[in-house]
Each structure stands twice: as C-alpha cells, then as structure tokens.
T-cell receptor, first 112, second 114 residues
Framework: SQQGEEDPQALSIQEGENATMNCSYK?????LQWYRQNSGRGLVHLIL?????REKHSGRLRVTLDTSKKSSSLLITASRAADTASYFC????????????FGKGTMLLVSP | KAGVTQTPRYLIKTRGQQVTLSCSPI?????VSWYQQTPGQGLQFLFE???????NKGNFPGRFSGRQFSNSRSEMNVSTLELGDSALYLC?????????????FGPGTRLTVL
C-alpha cells in the first residue's frame, strides 16, 4: 500500500523556473527520501532528510519536512530541461530494514 | 565501482509460465531489496535480503519468491504468471540494510506477461 501521496501529479514549467513538489504520508517515519526516475528506468537517490531535521539542501534541491503535518516538499530551483523526470518521495518507518514506502510520484516536465 | 545490474532488461512471457530475474548489487553491499512498479499501484516493496536471509516481505502472494547467494547476488522468481504481473521490477542495494543507508537502484527488468 502507498504511504503517501505526491502533489501535484504532474507539473509543467519553463526552464529557469522553480518547481515545487509536495508529499504527504500517513504514519510516523524515521526518515524521508526523494528519488528521481527518468522515463521508466531506475531510481536515482536525491536527498534524505531525517525525522529530526526540518530542512536540507543539496545543490539546487531544497527539502523541507514537517512531521506534525506529516508532509515534505521538494524544491528544485532554476530548473533545466534535464530535470524532466518523475519524482518520488519514500518513507522509512524505522523498522531497521531497507524497506521504503513510495508515493505515486510527480511527473515534472521542464520545457526549454 | 560498478552500479547495480539487473538481468535481463526486458522479458516477455505468457500466462502460467514462471520467470527468474537476477540482481547483482554494488560490490560490498549486503542488502538487496526488490520492488514492483506498475502504473496502477506505483512502487511496492516485495522483499529484502541481507546476508542470504529474507528479513522483510511485502504484501505479495506466495508466487513471488526470492533468494540471495553468498556473494550477495539475488534472484526473484514469479511462478504461474498472471497478466497483472506485468511491471518494472527494480532491485536496490545498500551497504548494511539499515533504513538510513542510501539505496542504489538498478535499471530494472521490464516484464510483460501476454
């Protein structure tokens, strides 16, 4: 079963604009991770934020986590056409094992 | 370091057949997880192996099984294939299998059941 939902399901922007994707989840978590997937291929790990962290940056990526609202957001600044992909949030419930529960993803299209 | 490799990349089978998919993790990684991705259900966890032991299993029927070898390579098997088993099967490896470890995903095996 899906842990969370991403919002929006699809997002279309122009190069240079910022893209914001949101993720909500249902149960308490140990950490939340964001992944990118290009065109039905493998997933690429973008960033991990732990439950005791509120914000994290990595290059053009900024992730926030609000555990009281059980939500996270991923901001991609100055988007490029190469950022076109599907983005998934995944939660680790802290079972101690490598078991991630994924949302359904946001499809991002960045037009030149 | 070589990444996670999965073979075959594409597979076409008919209903009732069985299939075996293979995953070679990154060298030194001892945990391998398997996920099924479909348009309807999204990404769903199948099972996780660590040092040849299945530690966790998702909500899938017994037709789905797996194993891990002493060199950490893993295989998953689906018996009596159904049309609904058509999916992208992804494996991921991590160093220790602890939740905070980054998981590295392979390119996937796309299975089509006719």
């Amino acid at each position: 079963s899906q842990q969370g939902e991403e919002d929006p399901q699809a997002l279309s922007i122009q190069e240079g604009e910022n893209a914001t994707m949101n993720c909500s989840y249902k149960t308490s978590i140990n950490n939340l991770q964001w992944y990118r997937q290009n065109s039905g291929r493998g997933l690429v790990h973008l960033i991990l934020i732990r439950s005791n962290e509120r914000e994290k940056h990595s290059g053009r990526l900024r992730v926030t986590l609000d555990t009281s609202k059980k939500s996270s957001s991923l901001l991609i600044t100055a988007s490029r056409a190469a950022d076109t992909a599907s983005y998934f949030c995944a939660t680790d419930a802290g079972s101690g094992y490598s078991t991630l529960t994924f949302g359904k993803g946001t499809m991002l299209l960045v037009s030149p | 370091k070589a990444g996670v490799t999965q073979t075959p990349r594409y597979l076409i089978k008919t209903r009732g057949q069985q299939v075996t998919l293979s995953c070679s993790p990154i060298s030194g990684h001892r945990s391998v997880s398997w996920y099924q991705q479909t348009p309807g259900q999204g990404l769903q966890f199948l099972f996780e192996y660590f040092s040849e032991t299945q530690r966790n299993k998702g909500n899938f029927p017994g037709r789905f099984s797996g194993r891990q070898f002493s060199n950490s390579r893993s295989e998953m098997n689906v018996s009596t294939l159904e049309l609904g088993d058509s999916a992208l099967y992804l494996c991921a490896s991590s160093a220790t299998g602890v939740g905070d470890n980054e998981q590295f995903f392979g390119p996937g095996t796309r299975l089509t059941v006719l």
